[in-house]
């Protein structure tokens, strides 16, 4: 069964700078990867997502992550972090299963930022 | 357009106790996805209805949790004699088939 690990459950940087929040998956065939953030009181958005082609993947809000086979990673990067990017991140692997995607969760990262 | 919404936005009820969780998925999005986010920790997946198919309730954690669906409109989530361990955020997603998933603020459950 697929599961995913999120390795840090909490992180603190300071504004400017920069950030890299790591996530290893277990998933036997190509994965669908995904990395959402969830801010307080707020859903979950969507920030990249990783189907196939390029390994590096560019996102919203200035963040990008690198899908890497050998490692088993997606690790989420931003080259400057700003206050507002202060939020659990979670980190995703999709089954694709008749058209639906079921999506397994790692347990979240809490990003805090000093100022 | 509209996202996915949920109803309501909290719930407080005591031990015992049934609740109904409704979700509207954003239009034309042919799956819809319930999963649950305890205090601290990840969403577990709990269930999903794609179409016509027979839905995915691999995830319910017992017989007193179920789920309907309309077609492909509103479902309800429905959690009987509920007990303190169900005490959650519980998370509506609608997708297109096979894109990613769209998630609704969610409902905060709060049993007594």
């Known amino acids: 069964a697929q599961s995913v690990t999120q390795p840090d459950i909490h992180i603190t940087v300071s504004e400017g700078a920069s950030l890299e929040l790591r996530c290893n998956y277990s998933?036997?065939?190509?994965?669908?990867l995904f990395w959402y953030v969830q801010s307080p009181g707020q859903g979950l958005q969507l920030l990249l997502k990783?189907?196939?082609?390029?390994?590096l993947v560019q996102g919203i809000k200035g963040f990008e992550a690198e899908f890497k086979r050998s490692q088993s990673s997606f690790n989420l990067r931003k080259p400057s972090v700003h206050w507002s990017d202060a939020a659990e991140y979670f980190c995703?692997?999709?089954?694709?299963?008749?058209?639906?995607?079921?999506?397994?969760f790692g347990q979240g990262t809490r990003l805090t930022i000093n100022p | 357009g509209a996202g996915v919404s949920q109803s309501p936005s909290n719930k407080v009820t005591e031990k015992g106790k049934d609740v109904e969780l409704r979700c509207d998925p954003i239009?034309?999005?042919?799956?819809l996805y319930w999963y649950r986010q305890r205090l601290g920790q990840g969403l577990e997946f709990l269930i999903y209805?794609?179409?016509?198919?027979?839905?995915?309730k691999s995830g319910l954690p017992s017989d007193r949790f179920s789920a309907e669906r309309t077609g492909e409109s509103v479902s309800t989530l429905t959690i009987q004699r509920t007990q303190q361990e169900d005490s959650a955020v519980y998370l509506c997603?609608?997708?297109?088939?096979?894109?990613?998933?769209?998630f609704g603020p969610g409902t905060r459950l709060t049993v007594l």
């Open positions: 997603a609608s997708s297109r088939t096979g894109t990613q998933s769209y």
């Open positions: 998933y036997g065939a190509t994965p669908y």
């Open positions: 990783y189907f196939s082609g390029d390994t």
């Open positions: 995703a692997v999709g089954t694709l299963i008749q058209g639906a995607q079921k999506l397994v």
């Open positions: 239009s034309g999005h042919t799956a």
């Open positions: 209805f794609q179409g016509n198919s027979a839905p995915d």
